[in-house]
């Protein structure tokens, strides 16, 4: 019986998961709920949703700089499915009633250990799934960024001015570095300046990459250099940089894993060589005891 109903109750978590965040909502409530309150209301559990009931409170007792960190850390992922503070906040609180329970045992029976584990596992949990959207993020986007600077030279060489070029590449493009050009187009037309936007830019992905192609842009915009020509020479800047920190992370990883071989291989070659030795040695004894 236990084992068919956690079959049954497997293949319906399957099915809500699958099933659309709009299902059970009426027309009135679809019209006023915007995208992640409608995947909330359709996605959450009973747990979650006292999560998210608690958040205010949880917010209004952190301090500004707290919830600010917090907010560049989202904006740093990237935002995906509509993630926010309230989302990290929620996920902190959901670990938090999770854990209750172990971390008053060992308040009660006085274990460190139970009283430790919840606390650090309630911190680190949601801050390390973020910081790996983060860092996912980043790659891609220093991936990417070489490519999409080609594109974008060859079509202000065709005669697009800066702004249009950037939008239609970023339209065609995709990914991570054009939801970041969508970001500071926005902001400029919203009377943002040039360098405060693509500073705004730096900030929030901390690519290494981006941050040469921000500084060498804004040079050669003051600069008056040619743009089509400061844009190829960004691209392979940037690869040639790329190239240089995976040569640099390779040399980092090679003593790695020759003191993870001379851990490994060197007690397994001695155990082959002594046990050779020891068999050796006995092999009459050996011998005589199977009637050889």
């Known amino acids: ?19 659309d965040a709009d299902v059970g909502l009426s027309a009135d409530e679809v019209l006023y709920l915007n995208k992640s309150a409608r995947e909330r209301a359709g996605s959450q559990s009973a747990l979650m949703a ?59 029976r006085g274990e460190l250990l ?33 490519d999409f600077l080609d594109v974008l030279a060859v079509t ?21 570095i054009s939801d970041e050009i969508t970001t500071v187009l926005h902001q400029i037309t919203n009377g943002a300046s040039v360098r405060s936007a693509f500073a705004a830019m730096r900030d929030r992905t901390r690519s290494e990459p981006v941050n040469e192609f921000v500084t060498a842009y804004l040079q050669a915009e003051e600069l008056g250099a040619p743009l089509a020509d400061t844009l190829n020479q960004i691209a392979a800047d940037i690869r040639r ?32 060589l002594v046990g050779g030795m020891v068999l050796a040695m006995g092999a009459d004894q050996l011998g005589g005891m199977f009637g050889g």
């Open 1 to 19: 019986m236990v084992a068919t109903l956690a079959v049954v109750l497997l293949l319906r978590g399957y099915q809500l998961l699958r099933t």
């Open 50 to 108: 006292l999560s998210y009931k608690l958040v205010p409170k949880l917010r209004s007792a952190l301090p500004r700089n707290a919830v600010r960190w917090l907010q560049q850390q989202v904006d740093m992922a990237g935002r995906p499915k509509g993630l926010d503070v309230d989302s990290v906040l929620a996920k902190f609180v959901m670990w938090g009633l999770v854990l209750t329970p172990i971390f008053v045992i060992g308040v009660l």
């Open 114 to 146: 139970y009283i430790v584990l919840p606390v650090v596992i309630v911190g680190i949990l949601p801050l390390a799934q973020l910081s790996g959207m983060a860092r996912k993020r980043r790659e891609a986007i220093d991936r990417d960024l070489p």
């Open 156 to 176: 202000v060489s065709a005669g697009l001015g800066f702004r249009s070029a950037l939008s239609t590449v970023a339209d065609r493009f995709g990914g991570a």
């Open 241 to 272: 940089g790329t190239a240089q920190r995976m040569r640099q992370r390779a040399s980092k990883i090679e003593p790695r894993i020759s003191l993870v071989m001379t851990m490994v291989l060197i007690p397994g070659a001695l155990v082959i």
